[in-house]
């Protein structure tokens, strides 16, 4: 499966985004899905994630409250809508399918920045 993230873009302090990640050319209904993110000269960071039926969330303490998943298995794409943004959301953010207990098939990443 090919997962494809957009949305990014920059944004002040306080405005919201939503970010896309569509799948392609394989299986993406039945797996969990996850966002993460990594800033410049940072690690990699688990952001949020979302199970296979939708009825389970997980999220980063960083962004809880604030950020939120949401899937449409007909159109193939999970969501993060993330609002109350400030500059320490600024980052590369990725999606990728959980496959048992790795997460794998990464997307390119979608640019957030956010000004202060």
């Known amino acids: 499966v090919q997962l494809t993230e957009s949305g990014g873009g920059l944004v002040q302090t306080g405005d919201s985004l939503r970010l896309s990640c569509a799948a392609s050319?394989?299986?993406?209904?039945?797996?969990?899905l996850g966002w993460f993110r990594q800033a410049q000269g940072k690690e990699r960071e688990f952001v949020g994630s979302?199970?296979?039926?939708?009825?389970?969330?997980r999220f980063a303490d960083s962004v809880k409250g604030r950020f939120k998943i949401r899937r449409d298995d007909g159109k193939e794409t999970v969501y993060l809508q993330m609002n109350s943004l400030t500059p320490e959301d600024t980052a590369v953010y990725y999606c990728?399918?959980?496959?048992?207990?790795?997460?794998?098939?990464w997307g390119q990443g979608t640019q957030v920045t956010v000004s202060s």
């Open positions: 979302i199970n296979w039926s939708g009825s389970e969330r």
């Open positions: 050319g394989g299986t993406f209904n039945g797996y969990a």
């Open positions: 990728a399918r959980k496959e048992g207990d790795v997460y794998k098939s």
